[in-house]
């Protein structure tokens, strides 16, 4: 069947089909409910090849996350929620989603060049970019429509995108600590050349001031968002005798855990322990993780709405969305938390 048909049906031109279609304005409302009725009647299915020569989108957003797939697919259930959040979205907004991953032999710059150079997608998400990341760099040097679900390495105000609080999220966590008794407080970062591992290593920074305690080089391990380093960051800061350590995500801080256990201390009996994102890890870990909670998912979820809110001209970009974070008391800090206790981080 084709527009005609379903025109010839309702009694109406082609033109107004197409409209109601492609949810254009200038259609009565009693006009627009006849045509739907018939398209669904006749379970019509508009070739998508001609709706996006009338619209000008192919209705496809594309995902570009520079990590190897066994960081995707590992211990780190981030990337997974995260998609999960975007793919709710754009059922939601009947349009197809793109992924691409990297891969542990393709350097940075080829990477940016297969996802740049593929016109398919309308706009672009893209996660865990570093400073100086190709990508990015290419992203704005060809004006290409994209969000970031991180603050950005630069460009600040010229890039949407959506991210948390990360720095007043881990001033919170040392405020936390301090108020329990802990002094010699320790942080295994993520990831610093990302924005949201270096924000997390200044709200460590700010919240010793805060707390008027002093800062430590020595207590500083600087890592990524893996167990692995959250594992040898503990064994390298153990000699150090720190009372607490705040990790740069729960990934970390399992790692970091595992460490503990290994010398025979226990947690939070000798040293406490703060993760970050309250991932799935967070909760399985023995025993539970303190840490900041935010979303996931409800990131992805609301970075591919303003991806396509903007594909779609109904918000006028850069826009910046800053979701809220609370944190999560669990025995890992204070061995008397029988339950988990939340706490909304506030400016």
Known sequence: MKLEDIAKKVGVSRSTVSRVINNQPYVGERTRQRVLKVIEQEQFQPDPAARALVTGRNEIIGVAIPQTTNVFFGDNSYFPMLLQGIAETTIK???????????????????????????????????????????????????????????????????????????????????????LGYRRIATITGQLNMGDGAERLKGYKSGLEKAGLPYDSK????????????????????????????????????????????????????VALVGFDDLDVAVQSDPPLTTIRHSVQRVGEVAAQLLIDIIEEKVQAPHHIVLPTELVVRQSSDPNALKEVMYPVVA
């Open 93 to 179: 907004r009947d349009y197809a989603m793109l992924l691409w991953l990297g891969h542990s032999h393709e350097e940075r710059a080829g990477f940016s060049d297969r996802v740049s150079k593929n016109r398919q997608p309308d706009g672009l998400i893209i996660a865990s970019v570093t400073e100086i990341d190709p990508l990015f760099s290419r992203l704005i040097d060809i004006k290409r429509t994209f969000v970031m679900v991180e603050t950005p390495p630069r460009f600040t105000e010229l890039v949407n995108y959506v991210t948390i609080d990360n720095i007043r999220a881990s001033e919170q966590v040392v405020e936390h600590l301090a108020n």
């Open 219 to 270: 207590l500083v391990y600087p890592g990524q968002f893996s167990r692995d380093y959250g594992y040898n960051g503990m064994k390298h800061l153990l000699p150090f005798k720190p009372d607490a350590v705040v990790c740069g995500g729960d990934t970390v801080a399992s790692g970091a855990l595992e460490a503990i256990h290994e010398v025979g201390l226990k947690v939070p009996d000798d």
